[in-house]
């Protein structure tokens, strides 16, 4: 069965833009519930910690260093079919291949300062949740 959980992040490009309160009114027309949210800045290490999967791509050390270059907005959103639904609202990785009326296409600048993160599966979903909110910061 699906989750009902994923993570998102409004990427530091979004937040210079004043893209916050557009971002935010998509996700929340597109069904999804906000059980937890923090305006923060990632340090460099836990940039580098939060993408680890990606140690190994040529675009790593740009990714932590655009990550780390302002504030971020960190939320786990709610509803069914959660990781699927909301990689479907943010579009394409690259936002000249993301679909028309998607976040990315809307709000993304290139394929590396594009505007959102979203989980690729439940269980990332859980592992991202854990790592920017304590139990106590989520409502549900
Ligand atoms: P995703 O965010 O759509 O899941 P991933 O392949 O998981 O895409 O890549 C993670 C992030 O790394 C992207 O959102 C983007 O910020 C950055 N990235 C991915 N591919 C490139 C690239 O070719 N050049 C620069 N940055 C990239
Ligand atoms: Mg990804």
Do not use: Q
Request: charged share 25%; hydrophobic share 45%; proline share 4%.
């Amino acid at each position: 069965m699906a989750g009902n959980l994923t993570f998102t992040m409004i990427k530091p490009d979004a937040v210079r833009g004043g893209h916050i309160g557009a971002i935010l009114a998509k996700i929340n027309e597109a069904g999804f519930r906000i059980v937890a949210m923090k305006y923060t800045k990632l340090s460099e290490e836990k940039a580098g910690e939060f993408y680890a999967v990606h140690r190994e791509r040529p675009f790593y050390g740009e990714l932590v260093s655009f990550m780390s270059s302002g504030p971020i907005v960190a939320a786990a959103l709610e509803k069914n079919n959660a990781v699927d639904d909301f990689r479907k609202l943010i579009g394409a990785t690259d936002p000249s291949k993301a679909e028309p009326g998607t976040i990315r296409a809307l709000f993304a600048k290139s394929i590396g300062e594009n505007a959102v993160h979203g989980s690729d599966s439940d269980e990332n979903a859980a592992i991202e949740i854990a790592f920017h909110f304590a139990g106590t910061e989520m409502f549900r």
